[in-house]
């Protein structure tokens, strides 16, 4: 696949207005984030009703909507296991409402647990400290970012076999091999420069690449969202990357591994 300047243009820009604003609020923390987290859980759950449910969108993304805000805003008061707790009776209240108007009562009860996971995993990340929060969340962004860039540069410039042409025809195995490589050495430089507690950089190397494939994965499993509602893009929001969802699809996945991460370092802590 042959590279598109302007296509490349319009994308960096997208990225250079949306990038800092997000890096700030992540940078703030506290309520800032939680607005970042809000903001991105309505605009998600209108782009999820958008692709499952075009004919009456809007119940749709007010019940996926409902279900996020409440996860998200109970993580933010540090009750983490409440949060998820959440999601699951989310998911059954956005079900039963769109069944009542409807809608198809599984995609509204997958499009809570799909979309708020990562949110309030997000959320618990960046309230573990001023510090330490922060970085920890700075990984999950430097991995999924990288990993994601090098493999659309990568992908274009060197082209080659198809990696699954069935439900992503533009993505490439040496896209794939790139972006795990960005991602390894993301993990490993975040390990070396912040303070990530017990993580080595070897380990974060590691780490940084066990996030990257999520990353893939979770660009992949996307696209066969996407594919199974009949869309091209999940939205129009971000001029050259399509819709948000679009955007962070990776990122989703990666906040999980990285997640899992933490979790191992503190238990090490702990016997150490």
Not at 183 to 208: C, E
Request: hydrophobic letters at 60%.
């Amino acid at each position: 696949m042959a590279v598109k300047s302007g296509e490349i243009g319009v994308r960096a820009a997208s990225a250079f207005v949306l990038g800092p604003a997000a890096v700030l609020a992540t940078w703030g923390g506290g309520v800032w984030f939680l607005g970042l987290m809000l903001l991105a859980s309505g605009l998600l759950a209108v782009e999820w009703a958008a692709m499952s449910a075009a004919r009456t969108w809007r119940v749709m993304a007010g019940a996926v909507a409902f279900g996020l805000v409440a996860a998200a805003v109970t993580a933010f008061a540090g009750q983490l296991s409440l949060a998820l707790l959440m999601l699951v009776f989310g998911s059954f209240a956005a079900a039963l409402f769109a069944r009542s108007r409807g809608e198809e009562a599984l995609d509204a009860a997958y499009g809570v647990l799909y979309l708020g996971w990562p949110i309030v995993l997000l959320i618990w990340l960046r309230d573990l400290g001023p510090v330490i929060g922060l970085h920890w969340t700075v990984m999950v962004f430097a991995v999924a970012w990288s990993s994601d860039i090098m493999a659309y540069f990568v992908g274009s410039l060197v082209g080659g076999p198809k990696l699954w042409p069935r439900f992503s025809p533009n993505k490439t195995w040496s896209g794939f091999i790139g972006g795990l490589a960005a991602g390894t050495a993301a993990g490993a430089i975040m390990a070396a420069w912040l303070d990530m507690g017990a993580l080595s950089p070897l380990w974060g190397g590691v780490l940084g690449l066990a996030a990257a494939l999520a990353t893939m994965a979770g660009d992949l499993w996307e696209s066969a969202l996407k594919r199974r509602f009949g869309v091209k893009d999940a939205g129009t929001l971000i001029p050259g990357h399509g819709g948000l969802l679009d955007r962070v699809d990776g990122l989703m996945f990666a906040v999980v591994v990285v997640a899992c991460g933490r979790l191992i370092v503190t238990l090490l802590e702990r016997g150490a």
